[in-house]
């Protein structure tokens, strides 16, 4: 990352004033941005905006290089994230501009415990997930079509976005909730307007997305969240979807290019929370990223298909907490 020294310093500053580990108390309340759609809204739908990061091919399909899925679309198909779609033989995204959640967050349950702490964040996020993780917390709007949502997705398009969050004195917007690799060309328009407005860009995303891509975001926005699920490929394949080898390289992606990075790793009983798969994911961040990115482990609650787990006991998370300690990370 580019501003290790002013991290390490800006930390050990928040340290001695007792700002880490939302210390603080919480800055501004949250109902002003409850009022966010107000005067702004009304519009409610699908874009029908075409997308980036798509090849097209012979007969009409299209071929999605956004993600590692590479989902090769037909006339009348939609990928498998739901939200992006061939018509007419070009790719387009139904999710530009349509939100399927406005809040007003802490910054600290982004979690971005090192970034503005003690301020808070308007948060979205769109319908759509490229990944389907079993234990999905939102489960409801990623894991359906934009079509489906009940009520439909808000149209809020970035100007107004970023207009909203400046009247509200909101110092910073993140994507989250859903994920915002599929809803990038969303993503990078917010944050260029709102770095205009001196208002900083966060994402909170699974980072299953191409290099080209990902390194878009990371020059685009202001910080990153990424979730570090598991250090298996087994995990990501039977329970996320995905693969792990494509994440590796977006976390290290976004080590070189975003001007700060945290990790998550939320903990599912059961299926990543061995002490032996977590201590090798501290050891590959150490050896990949060094001990200064903030880790959070976070607790599992039972969802969407893996209600019958029980929530990640307290106990686990402090064991996992003290391997990645032992294993030399410095902000967990
Ligand atoms: S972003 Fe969506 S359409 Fe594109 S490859 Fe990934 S899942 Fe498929």
């Known amino acids: 990352m580019e501003d290790k020294i002013t991290r390490r310093e800006f930390l050990k500053k928040c340290a001695d004033c007792g700002l880490v580990l939302g210390a603080v108390p919480f800055v501004g309340g949250l109902g002003a941005v409850e009022n966010i759609l107000n005067g702004v809204t009304g519009a409610t739908g699908l874009s029908n905006k075409e997308a980036s990061y798509y090849k097209r091919l012979s007969g009409g399909s299209v071929k999605c290089t956004l993600c590692p899925n590479y989902c090769v679309l037909k006339p009348g198909q939609r990928g498998t994230c739901r939200v992006r779609d061939n018509t007419n033989g070009k790719l387009y995204t139904r999710v530009y501009g349509y939100t399927a959640r406005v809040r007003g967050d802490a910054m600290e349950k982004g979690p971005f415990f090192h970034f503005l702490p003690g301020t808070s964040s308007v948060a979205l996020g769109t319908v759509g997930c490229n990944l389907q993780c079993l234990y999905c917390q939102n489960w409801q709007f990623t894991q359906i079509k934009p079509e489906d949502l009940k009520p439909p997705p808000q149209y809020l398009p970035p100007a107004s976005l970023v207009s909203q969050a400046k009247k509200y004195g909101r110092p910073t917007i993140t994507f989250t909730y859903s994920e915002p690799v599929v809803a990038i060309e969303y993503v990078l328009e917010t ?30 926005v202001d910080a990153v969240n990424i979730d570090f699920k598991g250090y298996s490929d087994s995990f990501y394949r039977d329970v996320c979807g995905g693969k792990l080898d494509p994440v590796l390289e977006a976390i ?51 969802a969407y298909r893996l209600r019958n787990l029980q929530a990640t006991p307290i106990d686990k998370l402090r064991e996992l907490r003290k391997i990645a300690y032992q294993e030399g990370l410095h902000y967990v």
């Not at 944050?191 to 994402?203: C, E, N, P, Y």
Request: aromatic residues 8%; charged residues 20%.
């Open 252 to 302: 290290k992606t976004a080590h070189e290019h975003a001007p700060w990075l945290e990790l998550t790793a939320m903990t599912v009983p059961g299926k990543n929370d061995s002490a032996s798969q977590f201590r090798q994911q501290c050891q590959w961040i150490m050896k990949n990223l060094g001990p200064d990115v903030p880790l959070h482990v976070s607790r599992f609650f039972p």
């Open 191 to 220: 944050a260029r307007l709102a770095k205009q407005q001196g208002i900083k860009t966060l994402v909170k995303t699974g980072a299953y997305i191409n290099p080209e891509p990902m390194k878009a975001i990371c020059k685009a």
